[in-house]
């Protein structure tokens, strides 16, 4: 929280309360799309089901993009997903996908995601992906593969 104290100039306060905050990296990844006239519900807004395929189309992006294999091809599981709805989208609207990578563990991937409609936050997100051994269906460590290239595009640490 910002205080304003007597005697001390309004800029001060806020370098100095940002110095005391911990700051969020910035998104590292978007990719934008037209609403589709499926995804309306009886309202015309789009229904809140197809905001997780958003997120869907966006991770799919990323991990052709970014980790250079396509997303239907790597064993994982997701094991959460946590969405807050802003703002109704309509179908003249273009939606943007933003997305990071905000925590890499040994078998995990955490993702913050946040949805544009012309540039107005319409939802956020944050989903919990586990590497997954397909054929005894338990948590397996990230492979070098997906891992090497993740880090080095978020800005984690190894």
Same mark, same amino acid.
């Given at each position: 929280m910002i205080e304003i104290h007597r005697g001390v100039q309004p @800029? #001060?306060?806020?370098?100095? /309360?940002? #110095? !005391?905050?911990? @700051?969020?990296a910035a998104y590292t990844f978007e990719t934008s799309f037209d609403p589709r006239y499926r995804d309306? #519900?009886? !309202?015309?807004?789009? !229904? +809140?089901?197809? %905001?997780?395929s958003y997120l869907e189309q966006a991770r799919t992006k990323y991990w052709e993009e970014v980790v250079g294999i396509r997303h239907d091809r790597t064993?994982?599981?997701?094991? =959460? +997903? *946590? &969405?807050? %709805?802003?703002?109704? @989208?309509?179908l003249d609207? =273009?939606?943007?996908?933003?997305?990071? @990578?905000? *925590?890499l563990g040994r078998t995990s991937l955490q993702i913050e995601y946040e949805?544009?409609? #012309?540039?107005?936050?319409?939802?956020?997100?944050?989903?919990?992906?586990?590497?997954?051994?397909? *054929? !005894?269906?338990? /948590?397996?460590? &990230?492979?070098? *593969?997906? =891992?090497e290239p993740i880090e080095e595009h978020e800005g984690l640490s190894k």
């Open positions: @800029i #001060d306060a806020v370098l100095s /309360a940002l #110095d !005391n905050e911990p @700051i969020m309306l #519900d009886v !309202n015309g807004h789009v !229904n +809140q089901a197809v %905001y997780l064993p994982v599981a997701m094991v =959460r +997903q *946590e &969405i807050d %709805y802003e703002a109704p @989208i309509v609207q =273009r939606v943007t996908v933003a997305q990071r @990578i905000v *925590e949805v544009r409609a #012309d540039g107005t936050t319409a939802a956020t997100a944050e989903v919990v992906l586990l590497a997954l051994d397909r *054929e !005894n269906h338990e /948590a397996t460590p &990230i492979p070098s *593969e997906w =891992r």
